[in-house]
């Protein structure tokens, strides 16, 4: 495959955060008993992480895997490796009850880059987004004002929200409205 | 605002992130029931002003159905348990007995 079609065409926005759309995330999608070995092992064997605890993410490289509910994980790698991938996951499950799909299509990803993020995140979700609470290395499943979606921090300063690509331009337009210039309210930074 | 601790995932989530499903721990009657099990399943509901059973839904979270002891009156919530049970798990009753004492729902007091 070569170019991916972004639902924003990787648009970007500058205020109290940058907003970035990124470009082709592969995503594979696997429901499953999350503390079966068998499963463990086979998301180890193809994507190189341990899945997650509970609203936990983990990484390696450009792998990993975020904890969705009791029984579902989203799995993360490269887009150009998701059918492969999933394909690879799914005969490694075959014997068990368990379903992969890729749904790198299905969805839109936005970086938040900067030190507002988390007032960012906070005007739209209903999440306590203080620093003692919510961690890099947490995952949220919530909705973002009217849509669902789900964020996690990779660093202090860096948060990715996916959230279906069908309201992609929503939640774009959302992002970039909370992280006006001269809507700051310093709840976090003081 | 009501605070709800999702079971299954933990998180004490804000009404928004939740859906209501009504009563909980209905038992159904279906086809050769006769006509008063069946309207009783199907219309007859409590609606209490004090303790209630409720099913919910972590709709914008993990998806997964649960249930919630509250007060309809203060909007306190006793407490949350798993979905796949038929009776309010004895712990929750008994934090219910301990606040409210001589409370009554349905024929669980």
């Avoid at chain 1, 429901?31 to 609203?55: E, Q």
């Avoid at chain 1, 991938?85 to 009850?97: C, E, I, N, Y």
């Avoid at chain 1, 030190?115 to 960012?120: G, H, N, T």
């Avoid at chain 1, 999440?127 to 290395?137: A, L, N, Q, Y």
Wanted: glycine share 8%.
């Amino acid at each position: 495959m070569s170019d991916v079609a972004l639902a924003l065409d990787g648009a970007s926005f500058e205020g109290l955060v940058k907003i970035e759309e990124l470009a082709g995330q592969g995503m594979v999608t696997l429901r499953g008993n999350l503390t079966d070995k068998a499963i463990v092992k086979a998301v180890k064997d193809v994507f190189g992480v341990s899945l997650p605890g509970t609203r936990e993410t983990a990484f390696e490289g450009d792998t990993g895997a975020l904890w969705m509910s009791p029984d579902e994980a989203l799995l993360l790698c490269a887009y150009d490796a998701a059918q492969a991938k999933a394909d690879d996951l799914a005969a490694k499950l075959a014997g068990s009850h368990a379903l992969v799909v890729n749904v790198s299509d299905a969805r839109a990803v936005f970086q938040l880059k900067g030190s507002m993020l988390r007032e960012v995140i906070a005007k739209l979700a209903p999440v306590d987004m203080s620093p003692d609470v919510f961690k890099p290395g947490a995952v949220r499943r919530t909705r973002m004002a009217q849509v669902a979606a789900a964020f996690w921090m990779d660093d202090a300063s860096t948060a990715r929200v996916v959230c279906f690509r069908s309201v992609a331009e929503y939640m774009f337009n959302l992002l970039s409205t909370a992280a006006d210039d001269s809507s700051a309210v310093n709840h976090f930074t003081r | 605002m009501l605070l709800i601790t999702c079971p299954y995932c933990g998180v004490a989530a804000e009404e928004t992130e939740l859906h209501g499903g009504g009563e909980a721990h209905l038992k159904r009657f279906g086809p050769e029931s006769s006509d008063d099990d069946f309207t009783g399943y199907l219309f007859h509901r409590e609606n209490p002003k004090g303790v209630h059973f409720e099913r919910w839904r972590h709709v914008n979270g993990c998806g997964k159905w649960f249930h919630a002891a509250r007060c309809t009156n203060t909007l306190e919530v006793f407490g949350t348990y798993s979905a796949q049970t038929t009776e309010p798990p004895k712990d929750i009753l008994d934090t219910i007995r301990a606040k409210r004492p001589g409370f009554k729902w349905r024929d669980i007091a």
